[in-house]
């Protein structure tokens, strides 16, 4: 090779040193998580340097745990954050696509093929896809149907004892409830060790009374929320040292036993706050048989006030009028603490029906995961109660790869290409699925295309016992549409942001502290 050559090969070497070490990165991340996915997929055991270990196949939790520096993989991972956080599933998934996706996409690169083309090509094909996979969703009428439970199972892990416990509660909270938007169906799920499997109308506060002097239980429960400290209002340490400033002390202690009073005369028998509680209202609340809870959290706190009809109130609040204050109170038919799971229980409230789903561990060690597979699968039959469903097991993505390979001939030039780079990815999740279950994936991917072609059908894949292709609706193997959609649409987004990277400059340390930078001084793809 000539020195003109040469360079001209460092040149390029150059140019493509931003791609190729993303690409890399992002080739690193899925390979953590493509393992995972499907019925036969395997776990993950993350160990922290303080030897606490977490075993689970739930995607997101992988890449959340994980320790990444690299600025291309943490892309990929907040990614699957925000399809986490707004369907509650499919990160393994849009994990997998987007990788396909970005290494694809770089090998084009690598090829001649300009990056504008490629991203241009995974753009149109995107949006193809998006506008392919809307015609295939089946509606879901109503809570009562049966593919909820075949929804609940898939997204669940085959877990039948929590399937169960989600379409169960579905139906307590009903489908106009599911269908909210400000509605998340899988923050009602809690999970504890030594506790069996329930669910029941009404909500649970993750704290105890507050003494056991308090009573236990109180039915007719009237209750009052606040919003803050149950104390009496402070004073400076300094102003405490004059005549005025002591005076005033006690002016704010008397004031403060007035307004303790007051929630007495009320009736009140329950009271919850989100922060602490002064011995001096504790003391008399318990002479009262008032049942107090202090430290609920806010999320704890708003589910009670949803449930039972009550309004939060400040501890300035208690200030008002006893006929002002009253307005804010809310009611239930039984309030009580559960001893065993050291947790209060507000059942019956005459506000908005709620619904709790208690998943029972049988140790420490399993109960986060127990919990996550939970939630995944009342996100899914949220997702599906609010657009649909469309075949599982990677069956419709492949039909989407045929479908948008038609439109190819409509692209000019090289974006093609980029084209290309979304029919591969579309067939990745059914190949990593039949991989994991221990058959060849290219043989297999092109039976189903085959098969699909032949019969005309968007939801043939492939048995992953057998190695047959079969039909997973047949099966009852589906996925909810808002998943899959938002799957491809954030595999797309990330990829395109990730092949738009032409350079990577490590930004100085504004913090001032040199030694500091001394010691950060490490390359920043370092991964």
């Not at 009374?209 to 104390?231: C, F, G, N, T, Y």
């Not at 490590?506 to 370092?526: C, H, P």
Request: hydrophobic share 40%; glycine share 8%.
């Amino acid at each position: 090779m000539s020195l003109g050559q040469s360079r001209g090969g460092n040149e390029l070497d150059e140019r493509l040193a931003a791609l190729v070490t993303n690409a890399n990165a992002v080739r690193a991340i899925t390979s953590a998580v493509d393992g995972t996915i499907g019925p036969k997929g395997l776990d993950t055991m993350l160990v922290d340097r303080f030897g606490e270990v977490i075993i689970t196949n739930d995607g997101v939790t992988i890449l959340d745990k994980m320790d990444v520096n690299h600025p291309a993989a943490k892309m990929l991972i907040n990614i699957a954050k925000a399809q986490q956080e707004k369907v509650g599933d499919g990160t393994t998934t849009a994990t997998i696509m987007a990788g396909s996706l970005v290494v694809d996409g770089v090998n084009q690169v690598i090829r001649g093929v300009p990056v504008a083309r490629v991203i241009e090509g995974m753009k149109y094909g995107i949006n193809k896809a998006l506008e392919c996979i809307e015609k295939k969703a089946r509606k879901i009428k109503t809570v009562n149907d049966a593919v909820l439970n075949d929804i609940a199972m898939i997204a669940g892990r085959e877990h039948s004892d929590i399937a169960q416990l989600v379409v169960e509660a579905a139906k307590l909270v009903g489908a106009e409830k599911l269908k909210e938007e400000s509605f998340k169906f899988s923050d009602i799920i809690t999970a504890e060790t030594g506790a069996e499997n329930e669910v029941f109308l009404g909500v649970i506060a993750n704290q105890e009374r507050m003494s056991k002097e308090m009573p236990e239980a109180v039915k007719k429960a009237k209750i009052l929320l606040v919003d803050d400290a149950l104390e009496p209002e402070e004073i400076e340490d300094e102003a405490l040292s004059t005549e005025i400033g002591f005076r005033r002390y006690i002016d704010l202690q008397d004031q403060f036993k007035e307004n303790i009073q007051k929630i007495v005369d009320l009736g009140v028998n329950v009271i919850m706050t989100d922060r602490g509680i002064h011995s001096l209202a504790e003391e008399i609340l318990a002479d009262f048989d008032i049942l107090a809870i202090q430290r609920v959290g806010s999320k704890d706190m708003r589910r009670v006030a949803d449930h039972t009809g009550a309004k939060m109130l400040k501890r300035s609040g208690l200030k008002k009028e006893s006929s002002d204050i009253e307005k804010y109170l809310g009611y239930a038919d039984k309030v009580y603490e559960d001893e065993k799971l050291e947790h209060v229980r507000i059942l019956g409230g005459k506000g908005k029906p709620m619904a709790t789903i208690l998943v029972g561990a049988s140790t420490d060690e399993v109960v986060g995961e127990r919990e996550r597979i939970a939630k995944d699968a009342a996100a899914s039959v949220q997702a599906a109660i609010k657009s649909g469903f469309v075949p599982g097991g990677g069956s419709v993505e492949v039909y989407l790869a045929r479908e948008i390979s038609r439109y190819r001939d409509d692209l000019k030039g090289m974006s093609a290409y980029g084209l290309d780079s979304v029919i591969a990815a579309l067939k990745q999740p059914l190949a990593r699925i039949v991989e994991n279950s221990g058959f060849n994936p290219l043989e297999k991917v092109e039976d189903v295309v085959m098969a699909q072609s032949e019969q005309k059908k968007d939801s043939l894949a492939v048995d992953c016992d057998t190695g047959e292709v079969c039909d997973m609706l047949e099966k009852g193997i589906v996925d909810p549409l808002l998943v899959k959609r938002y799957a491809i649409k954030a595999a797309g987004e990330v990829a395109v942001a990730i092949l738009r990277i032409d350079t990577i400059i490590k930004k100085k340390d504004d913090s001032g502290n040199k030694q500091d930078n001394l010691n950060k001084e490490q390359d920043v793809l370092d991964f």
